[in-house]
């Protein structure tokens, strides 16, 4: 099963209206991480949170982490068009072999219209 | 700097056939990982590696084998194609096994 699950499966705003996804996740980790996803295209690192975080901003994009509920936010505020894409969230998880692997969840499909 | 570089970027297979898809990155990094995109899956670890001559399980490995023979470079190898292998293949590149990653742009591979 994965790791990260986000919250809504698919979201349909308004031009400048905010967006909340969120991410659940099932075991302890260093850092959270989200990533969007062009259609057609890979993925794109946006910002990455510690786990002793609790909040952290980049330009529009604010994320929360709630380490005792294993569960993240990314916020997305006064939403363009050109923010349509898909979003994921990806936490470290610990492999049999001792190695960290990185992980990702199910992603939330965001649709912003003009 | 191409940062992750994936060929080839579109394939057909028959079943039973084999192939190899081929990753490579210019940034120096350790960790490469080998990922496949289904629709309402997201995204599923295949096989990683920590390093030169190192390589682990994902999630997803049956039927996929890996070599990372030079630290640039990481390979993905199907034996004997079968249809549920049909999916979106990234490689991504980073320097730890928890920081940020590094996407190529995708492959995507049709088994017939």
């Known amino acids: 099963s994965q790791q990260g699950e986000e919250d809504p499966q698919a979201l349909s705003i308004q031009e400048g209206e905010n967006a909340t996804m969120n991410c659940s996740y099932k075991?302890?980790?260093?850092?959270l991480q989200w990533y969007r996803q062009n259609s057609g295209r890979g993925l794109v690192h946006l910002i990455l949170i510690r786990s002793n975080e609790r909040e952290k901003h980049s330009g529009r994009l604010r994320v929360t982490l709630d380490t005792s509920k294993k569960s993240s936010s990314l916020l997305i505020t006064a939403s363009r068009a050109a923010d349509t894409a898909s979003y994921f969230c990806?936490?470290?998880?610990?492999?049999?072999?001792?190695?960290?692997?990185?992980?990702f969840g199910t992603g939330t499909r965001l649709l912003v219209s003009p | 700097n191409a940062g992750v570089t994936q060929t080839p970027k579109f394939r057909v297979l028959k079943t039973g056939q084999s192939m190899t898809l081929l990753c490579a990155q210019d940034m120096n990094h350790e960790y490469m990982y080998w990922y496949r995109q289904d629709p309402g899956m997201g995204l599923r670890l295949i096989h990683y590696s920590v390093g030169e001559g190192t390589t682990a399980k994902g999630e997803v490995p049956d039927g996929y084998n890996v070599s990372r023979l030079k630290k640039q470079n990481f390979l993905l190898g199907l034996e004997s194609a079968a249809p549920s292998q049909t999916s979106v293949y990234f490689c991504a590149s980073g320097g730890t096994g928890y920081e940020k990653l590094f996407f190529g742009s995708g492959t995507q591979l049709s088994v017939l």
């Open positions: 075991t302890s980790i260093n850092n």
């Open positions: 990806a936490t470290d998880v610990l492999g049999n072999t001792g190695f960290q692997k990185l992980v």
